[in-house]
């Protein structure tokens, strides 16, 4: 395992961190996995009715040898894409370690996408291969969404591999082990994973090797990961707090994991904490307050850490938390473009108050500011501004910009390339802690899933009865924030329940499952601007006066 020494001070700590992923020769599967003791285990994979799969770094090391040999042979490359669209599982992490292993880049695919979701991000990164469940295959066959005669080939777990395709078993059963791992520098670009704005399609972040250096100090100072954690991030892995540290925090340290196999349920959440002795736990608000809402009670836990990310936290979590689990729950803040950066951290060297509503203060290796809203300078200590890091004291720091998005790259650093710009508003106090106050491009945050409006107006508007719409987050007591939708009928076309039931229909089938209107408000017209841009902001004004109304009445 790879923690610092017990005389190592945080700051010594980023310059090693820093040195180690940086170096010339740096080998991605050497610091994810081979330098890490054979015997040890990586993952104890839980299975919804408790069995658990323990699978050790020898056992790692071994499979993904053969599955990168199985890439090598479909002729994939060093830098190459291979997208996965699967859930948690012991196929998933070998297929990740492959990749990694062969110097591709994998392209993380979220399975409760539809069709043309997963489409959109496959044709933009070019993916050679696919892997994918047997459950998520049909999303791959040819149709109005799916390209027919797609380049990239598809390996199947379980299930009929189908036209075009190869089982992942076969596939591994013909290959032997010992494929050696590329070298291919700090530089080399380990994922491409997309991330969604309010005004144009997904944006591709390409996160090179050197970012793990972020990654793990993270997971020491923030998460407070020490050797003898059993650490379990409840993320999805098909976005990037999941990915990045439910997955690459536990393979920088080599600390043991769990890795649930089942979908989110209360009680069972409880029973997997109590079983596996989890002692550090990270996972999304919405987690922990439908933890709260369920009649689920905890057993004996030994939970040492609790973390969220994602969206703020609630102070009513916390009053829940140090009863139910033993512990606060410590609030941490990142992108997908920076890993996490500002955090309540666990290390006891940093730690500090706990102050309801704050994100804490910045990470060792990131320097945090808060500009005004209409210039590049420092905002008043309490003033609303734009939260920004300062990347000539910011050396954890790795994002140079968007895939093949030069203009939108543009907008996330300032004119003289000083400071990246979060797109998110936020204060910071006298003590310098960070306090979120609202997201600038109107980014979706539900459940810890980043939603994009344009991506689901975009699908709404080609349904036959929508004229035009628009998508605004409102607040929500389990997930933090819901979707809702304003429709403008086509001429002919009348509000009804009917067609709210089939705009959000018609969501869950052509975007994603998680991601449809909750409720659909149907209006003759949109608030715009004098050059025709809709005012979200104004129907999320409106619509939380009519919720504080509905409020007042019901209390009355």
Not at 269 to 287: D, H, I, M, R, S
Not at 508 to 531: D, G, I, M, N
């Amino acid at each position: 395992m790879d923690f610092a020494a017990a005389n190592t001070t945080p700051s010594q700590r980023i310059t090693q961190l820093l040195a180690q992923y940086g170096a010339p020769r740096v080998c991605a599967a050497h610091l994810l996995c081979d330098r890490h003791h054979p015997e040890s285990i990586a993952y104890r994979v839980v299975a919804s009715d408790l069995s658990v799969d323990a699978f050790t770094y020898g056992d790692l090391k071994l499979q993904s040898e053969r599955f990168a040999a199985a890439l090598a042979a479909q002729g994939v490359r060093p830098g190459d894409r291979v997208a996965t669209l699967m859930g948690k599982s012991k196929e998933f992490l070998i297929t990740l370690m492959g990749i990694w292993r062969l110097g591709a880049v994998h392209v993380p695919l979220f399975t409760a996408f539809a069709p043309a979701a997963v489409a959109l991000r496959l044709t933009g990164s070019q993916a050679k291969v696919v892997v994918c469940d047997a459950g998520q295959r049909g999303k791959l066959d040819p149709g109005p969404d799916m390209p027919a005669g797609a380049p990239w080939a598809i390996i199947t777990v379980g299930g009929a591999a189908g036209a075009r395709g190869t089982g992942f078993q076969q596939a591994l059963d013909e290959q032997a082990p010992g494929f050696e791992a590329a070298t291919l520098g700090p530089d080399s670009p380990l994922i491409q994973i997309y991330t969604s704005g309010t005004t144009g399609r997904p944006k591709g972040v390409v996160v090179p090797v050197r970012a793990l250096a972020s990654f793990h100090a993270y997971a020491e100072l923030s998460l407070g990961l020490r050797p003898d954690d059993t650490y379990w991030c409840a993320a999805d892995p098909g976005w990037a707090y999941g990915l990045y540290f439910g997955v690459l925090g536990s393979f920088t340290t080599g600390v043991s994991s769990v890795l649930l196999k089942a979908g989110f349920d209360a009680a069972l959440t409880y029973k997997v904490l109590e079983q596996c002795g989890v002692t550090n736990f990270a996972a999304a608000p919405t987690v922990y307050r439908s933890m709260l809402a369920s009649d689920a009670k905890p057993g004996a836990l030994r939970i040492r850490c609790a973390s969220s990310a994602g969206e703020p936290l609630t102070p009513e979590v916390n009053q829940w938390a140090i009863g139910a689990l033993g512990v606060p729950v410590y609030d941490h803040y990142g992108q997908t473009e920076t890993g996490m950066s500002i955090c309540n951290h666990h290390d006891p060297r940093l730690a500090g108050a706990v102050k309801p509503g704050c994100m804490g203060t910045p990470m060792p290796g990131w320097s945090a500011a808060v500009l005004a809203k209409d210039a590049d300078v420092p905002a008043a200590v309490g003033e609303v501004g734009r939260v920004v890091f300062d990347l000539q004291a910011s050396p954890l720091a790795w994002f140079s910009g968007y895939e093949s998005e030069p203009e939108k790259s543009a907008e996330k650093f300032t004119a003289d390339g000083r400071w990246y710009v979060t797109g998110d508003l936020g204060q910071v106090d006298a003590d310098g802690y960070f306090q979120f106050s609202s997201r600038e491009d109107d980014v979706i945050i539900m459940a810890g899933y980043r939603i994009g409006p344009f991506e689901i107006e975009s699908v709404l508007t080609v349904h036959p009865a929508v004229a035009e719409c628009a998508v605004i987050a409102v607040p929500d007591a389990v997930r933090g924030e819901v979707i809702e939708a304003y429709v403008v009928p086509r001429q002919g076309n009348g509000a009804s329940d009917a067609l709210e039931k089939d705009l959000q229909r018609w969501v869950k089938e052509r975007y994603a499952a998680h991601a449809y209107p909750r409720k659909v408000h149907f209006a003759q017209q949109l608030p715009k601007t004098p050059s025709g841009k809709v005012q979200r902001f104004v129907l999320r004004e409106q619509r939380r006066q009519a919720l504080e109304r509905e409020a007042a009445q019901a209390a009355a």
